[in-house]
């Protein structure tokens, strides 16, 4: 969906910031009026491995064979296309991949595939409700990976850890941003005043969307989509 309103946007030249879609090839194709402000899915997928080597050197647990879940959408197929490409440069094997229909109502055959393949880790890539239908039939099934780690998405959602209790203890994510980092205290602050939780990735970076628009027009001085166009592309976020 991204592609084809980023598509429109190029058309009629109108600015288009997108705030948290990671699939890589979104800013490969040559977009002028696309900016983007999530990392890509090549980034969390290292980000993943680099954790499964840290953990390795601090723990002494061998991280050799991986197995990865993931709904079959286009994010979740470039998880594991990314996934191929960063095991083999950390010396890891993916051993078991499963695709699975997003909202599926029963995940027990999934389960089972991936308790049977018995990979030192589990990488998945789910929507909240897929992720806590995970966590749940993993429980019912007596398995639990040495390994569990998630690219943000549902298990960073706010209702993840209220729906799957203790069963996500243990669980590891990587997320676009914490509340326990220095930048954006003050924000998430005032954030969670108004709606009761702290900012997860997506909020931080819809927020963050919106002040880059408003320096943009203040910049540009002008509604007009060129100008403001121009004006992103000279803006440098830290």
Same mark, same amino acid.
């Given at each position: 969906?991204?592609?084809? !309103?980023?598509?429109?946007?190029? /058309?009629?030249?109108?600015?288009?910031?997108?705030?948290?879609?990671?699939?890589?090839?979104?800013?490969?194709?040559?977009?002028? $009026?696309?900016? &983007?402000?999530?990392?890509?899915?090549?980034?969390?997928?290292?980000?993943?491995?680099? $954790?499964? &080597?840290? /953990?390795?050197?601090?723990?002494? /647990?061998?991280?050799?064979?991986?197995?990865?879940?993931?709904?079959?959408?286009?994010?979740?197929?470039?998880?594991?296309?990314?996934?191929?490409?960063?095991?083999?440069? $950390?010396?890891?094997?993916?051993?078991?991949?499963?695709?699975?229909? /997003?909202?599926?109502?029963?995940?027990?055959?999934?389960?089972?595939?991936?308790?049977?393949?018995?990979?030192?880790?589990?990488?998945?890539?789910? $929507?909240?409700?897929?992720?806590?239908?995970?966590?749940?039939?993993?429980?019912?099934?007596?398995? &639990?990976?040495?390994?569990?780690?998630?690219?943000?998405?549902?298990?960073?959602?706010?209702?993840?850890?209220?729906?799957?209790?203790?069963?996500?203890?243990? !669980?590891?994510? !990587?997320?676009?941003?914490?509340?326990?980092?220095?930048?954006?205290?003050?924000?998430?602050?005032?954030?969670?005043?108004?709606?009761?939780?702290?900012?997860?990735?997506?909020?931080?970076?819809?927020?963050?969307?919106?002040?880059?628009?408003?320096?943009?027009?203040?910049?540009?001085?002008?509604?007009?989509?060129?100008? !403001? &166009?121009?004006?992103?592309?000279?803006?440098?976020?830290?």
């Amino acid at each position: 969906l991204t592609e084809i !309103v980023s598509d429109v946007c190029r /058309q009629y030249k109108i600015p288009m910031i997108t705030a948290i879609s990671t699939v890589d090839s979104i800013s490969t194709r040559g977009n002028e $009026y696309l900016f &983007r402000l999530c990392p890509m899915n090549s980034l969390y997928l290292e980000n993943m491995f680099m $954790y499964m &080597r840290d /953990q390795e050197e601090k723990t002494g /647990q061998k991280v050799k064979t991986v197995a990865v879940f993931a709904d079959d959408s286009m994010i979740g197929r470039e998880a594991i296309r990314c996934a191929k490409i960063y095991a083999p440069r $950390y010396g890891m094997e993916i051993v078991k991949e499963i695709r699975y229909s /997003q909202g599926a109502a029963d995940l027990a055959s999934q389960i089972g595939e991936l308790k049977e393949a018995g990979a030192d880790a589990v990488l998945a890539e789910s $929507y909240v409700s897929d992720a806590i239908l995970l966590l749940k039939t993993m429980a019912e099934q007596d398995y &639990r990976p040495p390994v569990l780690i998630a690219k943000a998405n549902g298990f960073a959602d706010p209702s993840f850890i209220p729906a799957a209790g203790s069963f996500c203890e243990g !669980v590891t994510s !990587v997320v676009e941003w914490n509340p326990d980092l220095t930048k954006g205290r003050e924000i998430n602050r005032r954030f969670k005043e108004i709606f009761g939780i702290d900012m997860n990735g997506h909020s931080a970076e819809s927020y963050t969307a919106m002040w880059t628009f408003k320096t943009a027009f203040e910049q540009a001085g002008s509604d007009d989509g060129q100008a !403001v &166009r121009d004006a992103l592309a000279e803006l440098d976020i830290q």
